[in-house]
């Protein structure tokens, strides 16, 4: 299967995470280029750290502001911004939510669309930490609370592949998690914003540990966006080629109507 920029150096390589291997996710992983921005961002911020190191305890101290705040701000991001509605009903911005993450629900085993845009990303939380930071230890705090950032963000976006690749974890913490951010995509939307953390879930009132614990939604894999928002806020729906809003998640082997009939789901697999 061909796989489209910005995964073009991978063209004969799957990025349908339901037909990769851990092996597969780890090589696309390491060298995709917001990844590699982010580990080159975090060396050289913490190098930096150490270059002007003055405050061992401020600099501890910023880093644990960083630990808070970054899923903290991912809560609130997640829950208020891209599950919000505004965004679709504008055409200055309909295509960047569509990105940023009407397509990650739209298929949620699509790699291409999983990790988040680094023009996003990275000016948003260098954007937060760094000033955290500064206020906390000066330059040194903003350069370690950012190089921390950093590390998070990468552990942040290989836990969210995990829970979407077809693999069983053996890690129970993995497993957790994984089965808490599927009950997000595959059953109710509006709950389990966490990735890793699901403290401000259950902070907010928004965490629920079994899909029995709340009802199907009916807009899980469209966010709201419906044929009658379409029909009033047309932008992602022409940029989409069509959207799903019958129960069913856009797959890699559908056309754009979706007509096509779905291959066998695969077993989950326990790496060795």
């Not at 003055?54 to 502001?65: D, G, I, S, W």
């Not at 991001?77 to 504008?90: A, E, G, N, P």
């Not at 990468?154 to 129970?172: D, G, K, M």
């Not at 044929?227 to 992602?236: K, T």
Request: charge should be positive; charged fraction near 15%.
């Amino acid at each position: 299967m061909a796989v489209s920029a910005p995964f073009s150096f991978l063209k004969h390589r799957k990025h349908n995470l339901d037909r990769m291997t851990l092996g597969d996710l780890v090589y696309s992983f390491f060298t995709y280029y917001a990844v590699v921005a982010y580990i080159t961002v975090g060396i050289t911020s913490l190098a930096l750290a150490v270059k002007w190191f003055e405050h061992p305890l401020r600099m501890l101290l910023a880093m644990l502001a960083a630990s808070v705040a970054f899923p903290f701000g991912w809560y609130l991001v997640h829950k208020h911004i891209l599950h919000s509605r505004f965004l679709y009903k504008s055409p200055l911005t309909a295509a960047t939510w569509k990105r940023i993450h009407f397509d990650h629900h739209q298929d949620p085993h699509d790699l291409r669309v999983l990790f988040g845009a680094l023009a996003n990303v990275l000016p948003t939380v260098g954007g937060v930490i760094a000033p955290i930071g500064y206020l906390i230890g000066g330059k040194a705090g903003a350069a370690a609370a950012l190089g921390w950032a950093m590390v998070i963000t990468c552990f942040y976006e290989f836990c969210h592949c995990i829970q979407h690749l077809n693999y069983t974890p053996r890690s129970q913490f993995l497993k957790d998690i994984k089965r808490l951010h599927l009950s997000h995509h595959f059953h109710n939307e509006q709950g389990n914003y966490g990735i890793t953390n699901y403290f401000w879930d259950r902070l907010f009132g928004t965490f629920y540990e079994k899909s029995g614990d709340k009802p199907k939604s009916p807009t899980v894999f469209n966010l709201g966006y419906t044929s009658e928002e379409a029909q009033r806020y047309p932008w992602v729906d022409r940029l989409s080629g069509g959207t799903r809003g019958d129960g069913h998640p856009r797959r890699f082997w559908e056309n754009q109507a979706g007509a096509q009939t779905p291959p066998p789901e695969p077993t989950p697999r326990q790496e060795r």
